[in-house]
């Protein structure tokens, strides 16, 4: 019998920020055709919600995420998607183009383009798509026992799910191409020397020290955190002028927001500020 969604995927808000939890333990949490829709769906909707202003994105069990969900094969389809065209005939040129589009790309997007701060908990190995999900959250903490595999060598595959877009700004394009050729595990420490993983802590440590960081995200102001997340994911793709035209617009929308005014006045009035995410 198929698990539903809202048990492989558990959801739950405290304290304005969203946990969202991978929860296949026994698969190490390879993401599924149903889980990706459900995670794409609640980052859409922590967008939405005022109420919302941090996410946290994290997995049961000893895995983060194992990657895509390949034994669920073309019929069930895969975290990607199904592989053949809508007949469910022999696959067509553009069927795998359009899998990966609306499936792995998709899912990487989501978190890339979420108005709220995302905060990866890495309990434990993070594989293929699964390493690119926790890579393109804002912060990323990962327990000491936690791994990074860029797996697709491994199958003969061409990484996906914005691999070869996140890696290199990450770590610069000679050590991405060594990770991606050679798919060697990466450890937690070295993640972090490499700037793939801002802090590393006891796997015991983990779930406290997420919720620390995650709750002071959601009291700061989420306005002003959503349009910082977009200057810097964009400053990588265009040139100097493009990125202060940005930046400019940015500070003249933000100035309207009440968690601008009460930064200023509170810094005037020499008190704590008291942001409400608007």
């Known amino acids: 019998m198929t698990a539903a969604p809202e048990d492989t995927v558990l959801h739950r808000t405290e304290n304005s920020v969203s946990w969202i939890t991978l929860n296949r333990p026994e698969a190490m949490n390879a993401v599924t055709w149903a889980q990706r829709e459900r995670v794409i769906a609640l980052l859409a909707d922590a967008s939405a919600d005022p109420a919302v202003r941090a996410v946290v994105l994290t997995a049961t069990g000893k895995g983060f995420c194992a990657g895509a969900d390949l034994r669920g094969g073309p019929a069930t389809g895969a975290a990607t998607g199904p592989a053949t065209g809508s007949g469910g005939g022999d696959r067509v040129a553009g069927d795998v183009a359009r899998t990966i589009r609306l499936g792995a790309q998709r899912l990487i997007t989501a978190v890339l383009d979420c108005e709220k701060p995302v905060l990866a908990a890495v309990n ?7 390493s690119h999900l ?16 860029e797996v697709f060598v491994r199958r003969g595959l061409v990484p996906d799910g914005g691999g070869a877009y996140l890696l290199p700004r990450l770590v610069g ?13 990466v450890p937690a420490a070295e993640a972090a020397r490499l700037g793939l993983v801002n802090k590393v802590v006891a796997a015991e440590e983990l779930q ?3 919720r620390e960081w995650a709750e002071r995200l959601a009291q700061g102001p989420t306005r002003a955190l959503a ?6 994911n964009a400053s990588l793709d265009g040139d100097r002028a493009a990125a202060l035209a940005a930046e400019a617009t940015a500070q003249e929308i933000n100035m309207t927001t009440a968690d601008a005014n009460e930064g200023v006045a509170s810094f005037v009035e020499r008190r704590t500020p008291k942001y409400l995410g608007r």
Request: with cysteine; net charge negative; proline share 2%.
């Open 208 to 210: 406290d020290t997420v």
């Open 134 to 149: 926790a890579l393109a959250c804002d912060l990323v903490i990962a327990a000491e026992g936690a791994r990074f595999i």
């Open 124 to 130: 434990g190995t993070a594989a293929g798509i699964g």
């Open 227 to 232: 349009m910082t997340k977009q200057l810097v």
């Open 173 to 185: 394009p000679q050590k991405a191409k060594e990770l991606m050729f050679f798919g060697d595990a």
